[in-house]
């Protein structure tokens, strides 16, 4: 499948290499950014900035993360919680430590961090593949959130064992701690957001992305033309842990505050950001924002149907939710393993051609 | 005789006893992923599920009791009755076939001949929908199961060694009569697979799929059965840890555990998954016993994980898997 559509013609390289060679895509897309720019940041208030805008943000960063790995190239990864762990207690040593450094620094920093760790629990990923790696990665998850939990250094020696935020400000503007406004977390995880995306978009289209698909698709013949299987797999453990590090960094420092590694960082994490990835789409940039909001939002709406709307009790909605996110996810993986992202893209196929569809 | 050694021989015992209810759970898996190429992870959440039906149906539970007063607005819990224990075994077993036969009909149905990951993928939101339909039907609280199997210190365990060595060894007889259990379940399956014209077909697509369908073996009825007795297996390791610890959440995560003893004993050998579960369950204890003060403890944890991905890279098939898995 090309992307290029007819009618659409470039004149010069840049054009045709540009991040969107498509107007519509390229214009709807600067509408995007404009209204998440412009027009939120106005509106937002405390409870659609906790409950929806800033979890979706960073989820959807995560999900890219991820779906690098998994997505584009191949490898199942159960350990995302452990690794989001490492963001954040990366995170929360930089900003104790070093309180004069801007807490910009101090998240991409910690994104680097996780990328070395994830980068080390990537290598048996150069013998193993499958669910054998799958069981790998989830030693790293128990493994690392023992880590969190025992080793006192790194939540500074506090009796109750909770990392807590301290008050950070980007600009003169607050950030981190509980004073900080509701369109200020919005916009610093909406600038980190554009950020990534924009990274991964271009490494996926670019000779890197290519070469984790040819090793996803048939590692050995992806070997044979060239493509050294090691240093893809391992830079591909690279870039998704240095996303999904910043995810876990801000996550931890913006949205709460304060956290304790097994709570804010455990299994159910990692399941939840695998969810978004097959639930939105494999390998696909936009799915990973489309699965974080499907996700993010399924619970929130559940609620104030069940328990706000019905008067159910709360225990029963989530419930409801386990089983309503399973069986999306066998749904999805029988019907169209490619997820929400294939859906819009079958969409727009059709609407293209309709009322004529032949 | 040193107390540190008497010790370390109690905590193996201990150990071992322990290796047995992972052995069990790891069993499940082994059954499933040998006839069906399916790496269930649902496994420990049937468990849970097999456990929290047992316990609703012998207190008389009214299914869906929550959900139902939610809805209605009525004050239903409970029909009124107990049921024997073993009834209520008969008929939580019917209860898990029906769920084999539904997974069989409504998911894998449609997923044969995908990738493996993804089959794996659909058992984990396989696991996520059990999980709510139990809570669901049963409600979430812990919950006691008591079928009347022995409990607390084995006297004549503690007698014997403290005549022996002036130290009592503390032995559960729930942990023996486990391991008896095991043994005997194992000895049933081994029967069963030899013996029977069922278990030799299930050897057969165990095998080869499309030489056993050429010979006119049910594909389609050969995985509802294996699913069956997985669900049969579970629901033994069910009753075993819902005695033990309570059933609760907690009893699914243990498949999590079984998950190393697989990597460590192979996915596709039966004798495998008991010795690899015995190996884990040792090991975690001695591990804690010896290293886990140095390290602050609570090692089980991830102990077990580590030293199978110690194997996967030196022995990736386990100790008596086949050599099927792709090397990189």
Redesign the interface.
Known sequence: MFYRESGDFSTTYSQDSQTFPIRFDRYRYYVVLAVAFLVVPFFINDYWANAVFVPFLIYAIAAIGLNILTGYCGQ?SLGTGGFMAVGAYSCYKLMTGFPEVSIVIHVLLSGGITAAVVTLFGL?????????L???T??AQ??L??LF???SWFYNYSASGQISAPERSVFGIIVTGPNTDAWAKYMICLVFVTFCAIVARNLTRGSVGRKWMAIRDM?IAAEIIGVN?MKAKLTAFMVSGFFVGIAGALFFSVYLGAAEVGESFG?DKS?LV?FMV?IGGLGSIFGSFAGAAFMVLLPVLLKNVLVGG?G??T??AA????????????IF??ME?HGLAQLWRLAKEKLRLWPFPH | MPDQLLFAMEVTLNGLMAGVLYALVALGFVLIFKASGIFNYAQGVMALFAALTLVGIMDGQVPFAHLINAIFGTEIHHFGWHVPALLAIVLTMVVMVALAWAVQRFIFRHLVNQEPILLFMATIGLAFVMEGVGDIMWGADIKKLDVGLPQGINDWIDITTFEAFGYGFFIDNLDISATVVAIILVAALIAFSQYTKQGRALRAVADDHQAALSVGISLNFIWILVWSIAGFVALVAGIMWGAKSGVQFSLSLIALKALPVLMLGGFTSIPGAIIGGLIIGVGEKLFEFLIGPMVGGATENWFAYVLALLFLVFRPQGLFGEKIIERV
């Open positions: 199942v048996p990923s150069l013998r193993i593949k499958g669910f054998y799958a069981v790998a989830l030693a128990f493994f959130v023992w939990n025992k080793v590692d299987p299994i399941f695998l097959i019905l159910w009790p225990d029963l419930h409801l939710q386990f089983i309503i996110s399973g069986s999306l996810i066998i993986l029988i393993p």
